[in-house]
């Protein structure tokens, strides 16, 4: 054997490594279904590289799994004739953990002392370290195919691992498990008994596509563990649930249950089979840019390609499954696949069928529902921009947070149904914070005259909201956008001559930050607020776009202000006497920064701003 290195794993890999050995979790029977998971990975990636490249050196005739239990030794291997690694492959895929972004979440978790694995395991898969649950030594020996020598690769899972080089290591790759002591009152079987072996992959692997065998000490030929009956080719009705479990955690890499199965078998013209799953919770990486997203390609049960983008909008990325389909051919490449008009057809199905399962949740099971729109809701609101032929079904699965009811968000259908006699519009505002939108000076009125308002706080609502238009016919109308008339019975009409001299002194005093200073119909108790004139962009929209790289020159609001309150009948009065002043000047600029502070918005000299009302206060002392 050539001369051994020793290597250092990633700090976050280590991190994740401790993590496996001092693993709580409880179930450690999994770590055979991940071996499994990534041998049959590796099967169908050589598969299709052998298919797509002719050339390449690689015997495909009997692609297959192995299990070589060995009960003196105590060790299991695991072992494939699939894709193999390179010596460079197993330091990047094995020494560190490769996936943009999981680093940094495992760090940051641990950062905030989160005890416990469980729910961490069930943010992202750990697979292969999961190995480390049950063997307190790995080795694993790999051959590339095409390539001629192999890797050995050895650790204990401490923080070295050690590589050399083997001449004549079989093509694919084996790990080699020696075993800990099998100890059941904490879950850890014997892992070298046959039988526990062909409890797991029964229980876990089932529907793995390629066989998974087991050499029988007593008989000469190995026995097969598996149906291999790809499950989505199954009817649905004689597919168990835990069968739809195993499947989705195959196929998600998470540990967890999956929140809804969708099983879609269509027939005629253009032939496909989909089994979709929507997860319990967001993985962490949802809102971040370049996530893995889409389902898994098929073609006729040769597996094509994992995270095909084509076959799901970018809003629905966090459905998992897979798509096989009979009738693409097999050389399809990425850029094809956006093209291809069978692809953008099972696309559109595939779009309205999850669509029309959240309408069929939200109607029977509001609660599941709810819990789906906490994780997923942010997500599904960005079809409303990026989607617009479905921009109605959207609509219909929306739930938003009003202040009819503070804690129980709505659907706009429910708003409508509430909405008051003669009530024409769907009002809403639109800001960054919940709890400034709840108490923003913008929802006196409406309050005042129980008129419902939504409150949208994601960063999407600036957008969609001013796109869409309207919902069953009834515009949406912002709060703190041009005039507001709701006819209240209470309100006196505002005494508009004798405010006209103070408004237009106010007006030229702040002309470098508002376009006009009028008296407000929407205030009852604040004494000012900003408003956006009818056409221009709000504030939450042109702040979302700045975000986006794109500058949206900032548009100038208007300053509304509250006739009733004292400070604005003072300041007129005031004004009247003794015209403009430096005190008075003063007093106006309070009024707009206080109208910029109620909205949540951020003052150009905040300093001075506390400066000038620390000299106010101790005046009046
Ligand atoms: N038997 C194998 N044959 C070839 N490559 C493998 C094999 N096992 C693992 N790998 C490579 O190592 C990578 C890391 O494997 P690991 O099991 O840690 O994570 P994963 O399968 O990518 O994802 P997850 O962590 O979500 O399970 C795999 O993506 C694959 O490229």
Known sequence: MSQVETFEFQAEAQQL???????????????????????SDALDKLRLESLVDKELDADTSDLHVELVADRDQHTLTVRDNGIGMTREQVIELIGTIARSGTAEFVDRWRQAKHDGTAELIGKFGIGFYSSFMVADRVVLVTRRAGQSEGTRWESTGSDTYQLSTVPDAAPGTAVTLHLKPADEDNHLF?????????????RYSDFIAWPIRMAAPEAAQSETLNSMKALWSRSAAEIKPEEYTEFYRHVSHDWTDPLETIHLRAEGALEFDALLFLPASAPYDLHMRGARRGVQLYIKRVFIMDDCEALLPEYLRFVKGVVDSADLSLNVSREILQQDRQIQTIRRRLVKKVLGTLKDMLAKDPQRYAAFWREFGQAVKEGLVNDPDNRAAILDVVQLASTHDLDQPTTLRAYVERMKPGQTEIFHLVGEQRGTLENSPHLEAFAANGVEVLLLHDPVDAMWVDMVGDFDGKPFTSASRGEVDLKAEHEQPPAVEEYAELLSWMGGRLADRVKEVRLSSRLTTSAACLVTDTLDASPALEKLYRAMGQDLPAAKRILELNAQHPLVDKLRAAHGERGDDDGLAETAEFLHAMAVLAEGGELDDPAGFTRRLADRLSRTL
Do not use: C, G, T, W
């Open 17 to 39: 490594l401790q993590l496996m050995i001092h693993s709580i979790y409880s179930n450690k029977d999994v770590f055979l279904r991940e071996l499994v998971s990534n041998a």
């Open 190 to 202: 014997d892992y070298a008994d046959p039988a526990v072996l062909r409890r797991i992959v029964k």
